[in-house]
């Protein structure tokens, strides 16, 4: 199993750029593929980028190609989003997620574990 931690939420101005991290507990981080996801008031969960166990292989929704990128450093358990351009409708809950599946799935169903998530709010 995985413990997931995020952490690097807060306000940004629209057209800022925040990052966000994703702590991991766990020898075994590296066999997990990785997610994050983000939940809007009102709004479903919804994938938003993904990358695989060797970090070679990397999934973004339409909406946040070319403004956001996924990364991870398995030799110290850790999951980054940096995030540019901004929108306000880019404010959600962030959760980073671990899916024993290995792909970059964009599909909620495939992520077991879950971190609590982390506020990012951008101003207009």
């Known amino acids: 199993q995985v413990q997931l931690v995020e952490s690097g939420g807060g306000l940004v101005q629209a057209g800022g750029s925040r990052r966000l991290s994703c702590a991991a507990s766990?020898?075994?981080?590296?066999?997990?593929?990785m997610g994050w996801f983000r939940q809007g008031p009102g709004k479903d969960r919804e994938f938003v980028a993904a990358?695989?166990?060797?970090?070679?292989?990397?999934n973004y929704e339409d909406s946040v190609k070319g403004r956001f990128t996924i990364s991870r450093d398995n030799a110290v358990n850790t999951l980054s989003l940096q995030m540019s351009s901004l929108k306000p409708e880019d404010t959600a809950v962030y959760y980073c997620?671990?899916?024993?599946?290995?792909?970059?799935?964009?599909?909620?169903?495939?992520?077991?574990?879950w971190g609590q998530g982390t506020q990012v709010t951008v101003s207009s």
């Open positions: 997620a671990a899916s024993r599946s290995n792909s970059a799935s964009d599909d909620v169903k495939d992520y077991e574990f």
């Open positions: 766990g020898r075994t981080f590296s066999i997990y593929a």
């Open positions: 990358i695989n166990w060797s970090g070679r292989t990397t």
